[in-house]
């Protein structure tokens, strides 16, 4: 599956977060209000904003994407983009630098990753479909203390909270909760998540070209497993 190149695009806004369905159950006598959450824990809704092409390459580069995806009958891989509150190693009194982002294609990748490892983690026990808990053990890079945005194959999630911890292993809450299980030794990707999308449909992706040059764009992308039921 393709992922969309953030990289190259470079947004310079970012919104990133999943997306609960909540509706009211009604007012009791003493009206108070009773909410429902519809849908286990929302979808994921990901905007890169004030994109800049600059350059033919560039425009060429968005036209080709805004092509394959199709208003959005296409899913493809797209990266939450949260390296700068992931747990990021420590070196020299201070954060380290990630090496640079290799792609196995310049336009249609299917690979993403820095040249060397930066953040490595994995799941320290299996995990049932549904589960709310994850176990999460950090080989390389800080603890976790909340907050971090991570996936697990095309799945995103959020560390809620940490419950507990021995080491680098830590016990969180995570949100949304699990679609699927979740076998131990799982690989969990800090560093470059992504969560399988399409866009959302009915938003204008014409780039609004000045003097044929550059063009300044948005997009936005929902969370789409539709294929997988």
């Given at each position: 599956?393709f992922?969309?190149?953030s990289?190259r695009f470079?947004p310079?806004l970012?919104?990133?977060?999943?997306v609960?369905?909540?509706?009211?159950?009604?007012?009791?006598?003493?009206?108070d209000e009773?909410t429902?959450q519809?849908?286990?824990?929302?979808?994921?809704s990901v905007?890169?904003g004030?994109?800049?092409l600059?350059?033919p390459?560039?425009?060429?580069l968005?036209?080709?994407?805004?092509?394959?995806?199709?208003g959005?009958?296409?899913?493809?891989l797209?990266?939450?983009?949260?390296l700068?509150?992931?747990?990021r190693?420590i070196a020299?009194?201070?954060?380290a630098?990630?090496?640079?982002?290799?792609?196995d294609?310049?336009?249609?990748?299917?690979?993403?990753?820095?040249a060397?490892?930066?953040i490595?983690?994995?799941?320290a026990?299996?995990?049932?479909?549904?589960?709310t808990?994850?176990?999460?053990?950090?080989?390389q890079?800080?603890?976790?203390?909340?907050?971090e945005?991570?996936?697990?194959?095309r799945?995103?999630h959020i560390?809620?909270?940490?419950v507990?911890?021995t080491?680098?292993?830590?016990?969180?809450?995570?949100?949304?909760p699990t679609?699927?299980?979740?076998p131990?030794?799982?690989?969990?990707?800090?560093?470059?998540?992504?969560?399988?999308?399409?866009?959302?449909?009915?938003?204008?992706?014409?780039?609004?070209?000045?003097?044929?040059?550059?063009?300044?764009?948005?997009?936005s992308?929902?969370e789409?497993?539709?294929d997988?039921g």
């Open positions: 599956m992922i969309f190149p990289h470079n310079k970012v919104t990133a977060m999943p609960p369905q909540v509706v009211s159950g009604g007012a009791n006598l003493n009206d009773t429902i519809t849908d286990g824990g929302g979808r994921w905007t890169h004030n994109i800049d600059r350059g390459s560039m425009l060429r968005w036209e080709s994407w805004v092509a394959y995806l199709a959005g009958a296409r899913v493809i797209v990266p939450l983009l949260s700068p509150t992931a747990p190693p020299g009194g201070g954060i630098r990630p090496s640079r982002l290799v792609a294609d310049d336009h249609f990748p299917t690979s993403v990753a820095y060397a490892p930066y490595n983690a994995e799941t026990a299996p995990a049932g479909m549904r589960a808990t994850l176990s999460v053990n950090v080989t890079g800080a603890r976790l203390e909340g907050g945005k991570f996936s697990v194959g799945r995103g560390v809620e909270r940490v507990s911890r080491g680098q292993v830590a016990e969180c809450v995570i949100s949304p679609r699927e299980a979740i131990s030794g799982a690989a969990i990707n800090f560093e470059w998540p992504v969560v399988q999308c399409r866009a959302v449909m009915g938003q204008n992706l014409a780039p609004d070209v000045s003097f044929g040059r550059s063009a300044g764009v948005s997009i992308f929902v789409d497993f539709s997988a």
